[in-house]
């Protein structure tokens, strides 16, 4: 059915929110799932007596929120393409469902920006070993990842006797060649001087997925409105 320039546009946001929503939802799902089930963590999964409680409750949360973000993915696409009002709909339900979860996880990270930062650096704490005892690829590249972000080297910051110093990035400096920022220190230090930003990502990734919600809704009233038109069209052709 043809869309005016709103309803258009509307489609194309949710398209394009879709494209990146899936690629993120893939990225922690995959994450997730390797780390459940590959031979070198499965065993953290196996033996109570580790003391992994943080590292299992984060795996968890990865493939939780993959899957559910794949699935607004396929209800938002399904409806966005295909123009169904009842997608959109669910579509709809679902990102209001999200957008108070958002920013709900970054208040209460805000509020209570140590216990955070200890959680989110014994889970590091924990990936680091792994790939120490396994030099598995894929906590490797996350390792990397974090690296890079967050521009710290490993547990003890110094590139000369850190056994994955691969995974951190190259020294800013004369000094860095030496000793650079430890990650657990860093995680610590961000989410303690930089709690309003930790809140600021959370709110603004809300604000994101209420305009996606707000697009959804344009969209399926554009829809409804057009049904009338279609179906009168068939029946004085037919």
């Given at each position: 059915?043809?869309?005016?320039?709103?309803?258009?546009?509307?489609?194309?946001?949710?398209?394009?929110?879709?494209?990146?929503?899936?690629?993120?939802?893939?990225?922690?799902?995959?994450?997730?799932?390797?780390?459940?089930?590959?031979?070198?963590?499965?065993?953290?999964?196996?033996?109570?007596?580790?003391?992994?409680?943080?590292?299992?409750?984060?795996?968890?949360?990865?493939?939780?929120?993959?899957?559910?973000m794949l699935i607004v993915v396929a209800f938002g696409e399904?409806?966005?393409?295909?123009?169904?009002?009842?997608?959109?709909?669910?579509?709809?339900?679902?990102?209001?469902?999200l957008a108070i979860a958002e920013i709900a996880v970054g208040?209460?990270?805000?509020?209570?920006?140590?216990?955070?930062?200890?959680?989110?650096?014994?889970?590091?704490?924990?990936?680091?070993?792994?790939?120490?005892?396994?030099?598995?690829?894929?906590?490797?590249?996350?390792?990397?990842?974090?690296?890079?972000?967050?521009?710290?080297?490993?547990?003890?910051?110094?590139?000369?006797?850190?056994?994955?110093?691969?995974?951190?990035?190259?020294?800013?400096?004369?000094?860095?060649?030496?000793?650079?920022?430890?990650?657990?220190a860093t995680i610590i230090t961000v989410f303690d001087s930089?709690?309003?930003?930790?809140?600021?990502?959370?709110?603004?990734?809300?604000?994101?997925?209420?305009?996606?919600?707000?697009?959804?809704?344009?969209?399926?009233?554009?829809?409804?409105?057009?049904?009338?038109?279609?179906?009168?069209?068939?029946?004085?052709?037919?």
């Open positions: 059915m043809a869309l005016d320039g709103c309803g258009l546009f509307c489609k194309y946001v949710l398209f394009i929110f879709n494209l990146i929503f899936a690629l993120v939802g893939f990225a922690f799902l995959g994450l997730g799932l390797w780390l459940r089930f590959s031979n070198s963590t499965r065993p953290i999964f196996q033996t109570e007596s580790l003391n992994s409680g943080v590292f299992v409750m984060a795996v968890t949360v990865l493939i939780a929120l993959g899957s559910v399904y409806g966005a393409c295909n123009e169904k009002r009842s997608a959109l709909q669910v579509f709809a339900t679902l990102v209001i469902i208040v209460i990270a805000s509020s209570k920006s140590d216990d955070f930062a200890l959680n989110i650096g014994e889970f590091y704490s924990n990936m680091y070993a792994l790939y120490l005892t396994n030099k598995d690829p894929v906590i490797g590249a996350t390792l990397t990842f974090i690296h890079t972000t967050l521009h710290c080297c490993g547990i003890t910051g110094v590139p000369v006797i850190e056994y994955a110093k691969n995974t951190c990035p190259k020294p800013d400096g004369f000094m860095e060649h030496i000793i650079m920022p430890n990650c657990p930089k709690a309003p930003l930790v809140l600021g990502i959370f709110v603004g990734t809300g604000a994101l997925l209420i305009i996606a919600l707000v697009c959804a809704t344009i969209l399926a009233k554009k829809t409804r409105r057009e049904q009338p038109e279609i179906s009168a069209f068939y029946s004085t052709v037919y």
